[in-house]
C-alpha cells in the first residue's frame, strides 16, 4: 500500500519539476528524495519520470498517478476535516428574538436543521417588537433577532428572508365584512381599530390608509397579533397585523382578510455587527447563511 507521504512527496516533485527544488521545500535532502521516488516508481511497478529532462517531465503513467494522488489528498483532507467536525462538540445557547412572523417558519426550519447536527446546544427564544429585540441584541441579552421591516440596521448584519410578510384585517366572523376577500381603506373607515405600536410599521399602515388615516377611530395599539386578535374577540375593534402573526387562528370566532391595495413588508435575520459570538451561536449562523444562500439559488 502506497503511503500518503510519498503521494505528498510525488506531488511537490511534479509541480516544482525538479527534485533538487522539490527537496528544498519539502525540508529532506535530495539524495531522501531521489530513494523515495525511486521507491515509488518500484510500488507501482512503472517508471514516472523522464530521466534526463530538464525541466523534469512526466511520463503518462506519471501523469496518471498525478491526477489520482490530487484527488486521494483531497478527499482524505476533507474526511478528516468532517470527522474533525464530527467529533468537536459545540455546546451553549443560541438566544433568538422574533416577532409574530410568517418567516417564523423558516427560522424554525433552520433551528430543527442545527439540532440535529447540534443536539448539544438550545435555543432562548423570545418573541416581541422588532425595537425591543434591538434593544435586547444591543445590551447582549439577544444574540440574533427576526425582524420586520422597515427597520433601522444600521448596527447590524443581516440576511433578508425569502418570505412575504401580508398585512391582514382581523375582525369577528360574523360581521359583513369578514365575508369579503379583501377589505379597503374606505371599509375600515369610521371603525374601532387596533394598530400596531412600533412606529415605523405604524407610519406603514398609516400610508396605505391614505386620505382615510384622519377618519379612523383608533381604540388601541398592540404590539403582538395574538393579544390585538384577543381584543377583537372581546369586541373591542378591529387590528390590523400580519398574516403569519396567527397561524392557528380560529376563524369560527376571528377571521383574517387580506387588505387592498395589498401591503406587504420582509424580514431580516439580523445580529450585532462586529460582535464576538460563543461557538453555538456563530455556528449556527453560518448554518443560516449556507441553507439561505442554497435556497436563493
Same mark, same amino acid.
Given at each position: 500500500m502506497i503511503e500518503t507521504r510519498l503521494l505528498h512527496y510525488f506531488l511537490t516533485v511534479a509541480r516544482e519539476r525538479n527534485i533538487t527544488n522539490a527537496a528544498r521545500a519539502l525540508h529532506i535532502t535530495q539524495p531522501t528524495l531521489s530513494r523515495q521516488m525511486a521507491l515509488l516508481e518500484e510500488e507501482i511497478g512503472a517508471r514516472l519520470f523522464i530521466r534526463g529532462s530538464r525541466p523534469l517531465t512526466l511520463t503518462d503513467e506519471g501523469l496518471l498517478l498525478r491526477r489520482r494522488a490530487e484527488e486521494i489528498l483531497e478527499l482524505l483532507e476533507k474526511t478528516e476535516a468532517e470527522v474533525s467536525a464530527r467529533e468537536e462538540q459545540v455546546e451553549g445557547t443560541?438566544?433568538?428574538?422574533?416577532?409574530?412572523?410568517?418567516?417564523?417558519?423558516?427560522?424554525?426550519?433552520?433551528?430543527?436543521?442545527?439540532?440535529?447536527?447540534?443536539?448539544?446546544?438550545?435555543?432562548?427564544?423570545?418573541?416581541?417588537?422588532?425595537?425591543?429585540?434591538?434593544?435586547?441584541?444591543?445590551?447582549?441579552?439577544?444574540?440574533?433577532?427576526?425582524?420586520?421591516?422597515?427597520?433601522?440596521?444600521?448596527?447590524?448584519?443581516?440576511?433578508? &428572508?425569502?418570505? #412575504? @410578510?401580508?398585512?391582514? *384585517?382581523?375582525?369577528? $366572523? =360574523?360581521? /359583513? &365584512?369578514?365575508? #369579503? @376577500?379583501?377589505?379597503? *381603506?374606505?371599509?375600515? $373607515? =369610521?371603525? /374601532?381599530?387596533?394598530?400596531?405600536?412600533?412606529?415605523?410599521?405604524h407610519a406603514e399602515v398609516a400610508n396605505w390608509f391614505g386620505a382615510c388615516y384622519d377618519s379612523l377611530r383608533v381604540i388601541g395599539v398592540s404590539n403582538l397579533g395574538t393579544n390585538a386578535a384577543m381584543m377583537v374577540r372581546a369586541g373591542l375593534g378591529y387590528a390590523l397585523i400580519v398574516e403569519g402573526a396567527l397561524p392557528f387562528l380560529d376563524q369560527s370566532e376571528v377571521r383574517m382578510v387580506p387588505l387592498y391595495p395589498e401591503l406587504t413588508a420582509t424580514s431580516v435575520l439580523a445580529w450585532k455587527r462586529g460582535q464576538p459570538f460563543p461557538t453555538a451561536v456563530s455556528r449556527f449562523l453560518e448554518h443560516a447563511k449556507s441553507l439561505l444562500r442554497a435556497e436563493a439559488e
Open positions: 443560541v438566544s433568538i428574538g422574533c416577532g409574530e412572523l410568517a418567516s417564523v417558519k423558516l427560522l424554525t426550519d433552520l433551528m430543527e436543521s442545527f439540532s440535529r447536527r447540534h443536539p448539544q446546544v438550545s435555543f432562548d427564544v423570545y418573541t416581541e417588537n422588532a425595537d425591543q429585540i434591538r434593544h435586547r441584541m444591543d445590551n447582549g441579552l439577544t444574540d440574533i433577532g427576526l425582524l420586520l421591516e422597515p427597520v433601522d440596521m444600521e448596527r447590524y448584519a443581516y440576511i433578508r &428572508l425569502p418570505v #412575504r @410578510e401580508r398585512w391582514v *384585517a382581523v375582525m369577528p $366572523a =360574523g360581521v /359583513p &365584512l369578514a365575508k #369579503r @376577500e379583501h377589505v379597503t *381603506a374606505g371599509d375600515l $373607515a =369610521g371603525i /374601532p381599530v387596533i394598530l400596531p405600536s412600533r412606529q415605523k410599521v
